[in-house]
């Protein structure tokens, strides 16, 4: 059975269950609700699914596993775990995720078909996404079938499913190209079979809100399940219409993570849901502070980078550069804020560029700990402002280093790399081994690591101690070929009574002992501040 509680659950509007004191929106989003919308809906996840179908994504069993536990720690209701019929890795990456008995439902895409149905079962499956084109344009071009046997297809594979105990989810593909009549008979008809839910897919992302709006009310004059929406971002309005579609009474949505799908993606998940909480007063059971880690996680495991403008978690989401933003933000961050980053599980960054201010200098060297007179913080801000104007990316550690020369600190190195090499091979344990000279004493260490930059890295850490942990690691190639340079930043934090942090930056073609060298520069700036 599908939470009926949830899916039905409804209450007047105009009384939106924000918490004001964390999301700043406008207050035109009160005045202009209208009708009744539902206290809280269902978040129905396809990233594994949908999501994987994305050119280019091939996730393996165990990645799927890990996303799988990462949305049900995001709390989402449903996860469509693949389409077992679709191949043998769908299928064990399906069992794999019902064996880790998580509390997220976990549901599997299935055609009109026993095949498909008994693949499903064959997985474990109680629950099932069936689904069957219902546009003239799919009858024609791709089934090649009439309405009539669209209609008996739909209801004998849904009554096979329901005689083995299966609860079902039933999508018309292409549902807002269908005839609107032919549409209301096949909710009639799924509903009659006994479907549970039935789904109404925008599979080409070509309608637009008001018109979701209509057709769901059109919808649920005819429907006595819940109805759901899966919507295509084709052009760029799936968040928009999954909204459009809540307004008119869906009670579920269809999402992914950083809206991965067919083509141009799916409604983004993080956008979905906190639009509807903060335009809408409709909550979910998500997390929303596990909402940035588990976008990160996604965009590693699929390849996949996140667009630094997306809304919520791309980079540039919190990031403020002008001096007049800085100011405010940091006065009060609902000045260029629609919400605190925390909300999202994500850090606000100042970012440094030619629109810095000694606002913006004077942020960011605290939180390496720097603190500077007036004076030095304008020396500081003119040289950004020339760097900048130059072309050249101002990124923290070329600002601690700006600081370090103006405080004079490092005219002596405090951390010395004496010696260093690494072993590593096929069928071999990467192992590096390490001497450092640390204010004057030489101390040797050696660690075994992933690989060999991940070895080399923990031997230092091995030589300075626990309390250093390494907090960002970031590698560019700056040209191309077997012999490209690179440039690799880090940035160390050293425990203690507060919490040190320090960058470090290095050039080399050699990726090692450059992430070595630009290690060694972040720790030696450590030893070197003045406390
Ligand atoms: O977009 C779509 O129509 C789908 C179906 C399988 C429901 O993903
Ligand atoms: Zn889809």
């Keep these: 059975m599908v939470d009926r509680d949830m899916l039905e659950h409804t209450s007047s509007t105009n009384a939106p269950s924000l918490d004001r004191k964390r999301v700043y929106t406008s207050p035109y989003n009160a005045l202009a609700l209208s009708g009744d919308l539902p206290s809280a809906i269902r978040i129905f996840d396809t990233t594994l699914r949908d999501g994987e179908q994305s050119p280019g994504i091939a996730l393996s069993c165990s990645d799927k596993v890990k996303i799988a536990q990462a949305l049900d720690e995001l709390g989402v209701d449903v996860i469509e775990a693949g389409f077992p019929i679709a191949s043998p890795g769908d299928r064990e990456a399906v069992k794999n995720i019902i064996a880790e008995n998580l509390d997220s439902r976990i549901c599997g895409l299935a055609r009109c078909s026993r095949r498909d149905i008994d693949a499903a079962i064959d997985c474990g499956l109680d629950y099932i996404h069936m689904f069957i084109a219902t546009s003239d344009i799919h009858l024609q071009h791709k089934l090649k079938l009439t309405r009539d046997e669209v209609v008996e297809k739909a209801v004998t594979a849904i009554e096979y499913a329901r005689e083995h105990g299966l609860t079902v989810e039933f999508s018309c593909e292409d549902a807002t190209r269908t005839d609107l009549e032919f549409l209301k008979k096949m909710h009639t008809v799924v509903q009659d079979a006994g479907v549970e839910v039935i789904n109404v897919p925008d599979t080409v992302g070509t309608i637009g809100p008001p018109a979701m709006e209509h057709l769901i009310r059109e919808l649920m004059t005819v429907t006595n399940v819940p109805i759901s929406v899966h919507c295509h971002d084709d052009l760029g309005l799936a968040v928009a219409n999954s909204h459009a579609a809540v307004r008119a009474g869906a009670r579920q949505v269809h999402v992914t993570v950083n809206g991965l799908g067919e083509r141009a993606g799916n409604a983004a998940l993080d956008e979905t849901v906190l639009g509807l909480m903060a335009f809408y007063g409709v909550s979910t059971n ?57 909300l999202v599980g994500v850090q606000r960054n100042i970012v440094m560029g030619k629109h810095s201010g000694a606002h913006s200098v004077r942020s960011k060297l605290s939180e390496y700990g720097i603190d500077l007179v007036d004076e030095q913080i304008d020396q500081i801000v003119e040289k950004v402002k020339r760097l900048a104007d130059s072309g050249k990316e101002v990124d923290d550690a070329e600002l601690v280093a700006l600081a370090s020369h103006i405080l004079g600190e490092r005219e002596s190195r405090k951390v010395k790399l004496k010696e260093f090499a690494v072993f590593t091979g096929m069928n071999t344990t990467p192992t590096a081994m390490v001497s450092i000279e640390v204010n004057g004493e030489k101390k040797t260490g050696s660690a075994i690591g992933i690989g060999p930059v991940d070895a080399a890295i923990n031997a230092i850490k091995s030589v300075m101690g626990n309390d250093i942990h390494l907090v960002e690691y970031r590698l560019n190639a700056i040209t191309g070929g077997s012999d490209a340079l690179c440039e690799v930043s880090v940035r160390v934090s050293r425990d203690g009574d507060k919490t040190l942090m320090s960058v470090g930056k290095a050039i080399g073609s050699d990726i090692v002992q450059t992430s070595v060298d630009s290690t060694m520069e972040a720790l030696d700036r450590l030893y070197c501040r003045k406390e």
């Design 286 to 342: 998500i997390n929303t502070s596990r909402i940035g880690p588990i976008s990160k996680l996604v965009s590693r495991l699929t390849g996949y980078a996140i667009p630094p403008t997306k809304a919520i978690v791309g980079s540039n989401a919190f990031a403020h550069e002008s001096g007049i933003h800085v100011h405010g933000v940091m006065g009060a961050p609902s000045t260029y804020e629609a919400f605190g980053p925390e």
